[in-house]
């Protein structure tokens, strides 16, 4: 899901975590899919590609899935169990409330922080519904839990950009090499066979002058 296979190993290890996620979704949906008189909720939770930096805006958002095929009520979505301290709430909330999710529907949530120095670790988001109007039994669900992400600091960030450019720089003069050398030494050959045939600016006449 989650976007891009290159970058650092734990950038790496992130986006595979999350495609493994997005196709235990699918495989999920498919058996519970069978169910047909139950809603069963499935629980997304994801953050923007790119580097995680100290005091800038992070966003972090909540999809739930109804894959059975009757609506699920009541449901109230819980995101503020992992540690308040890492992170500074900026706009948003953290906790939701739907009076129902219909079969096969989905429901987005999402909410900002910007984290402070070290590891944001935001653990799983809980999820608790109805699977009858009125009904007694709840139901509770969680979401998947994003590794720790490390937050960079704004000159950490500079740096690495700095990095990126740097690397482009090389990898542009490294690929001039085998494009741009053949084709030099096919001009300066072409202007010594003219030099050899005479033909040049400097021995070549106006016309209508000797």
Known sequence: YQRRVHGTPSECLFFF????????????????????????????????????????????????????????????????????SQAKRVEGEQKWKVEKIAAESTASFSYIVEPTKGQLITGSAKVTYKQEHNGEETRT??????????????????????????????FFALSFIPVGLPACLYIIAERRLQVLCGITPSTTTKSGKK
Do not use: C
């Open 141 to 170: 669900v969680h979401s998947n839990t994003l590794n720790p992400i490390p937050v960079l600091t704004a000159s950490e960030h500079s740096k690495r950009n700095t990095r990126n450019i740097k690397e482009w720089l090389i």
């Open 17 to 84: 975590d999350m495609s493994v996620w997005v196709i235990l979704l699918v495989l999920v949906a498919l058996v519970y899919g069978q169910d047909q008189t139950r809603p069963r909720l499935l629980v997304l939770k994801t953050i923007p590609d790119g580097d995680v930096v100290e005091k800038q805006n992070l966003t972090i958002s909540l999809e739930v899935f109804n894959v059975g095929t009757s609506t699920a009520f009541d449901v109230e979505i819980d995101d503020s169990l992992w540690d308040a």
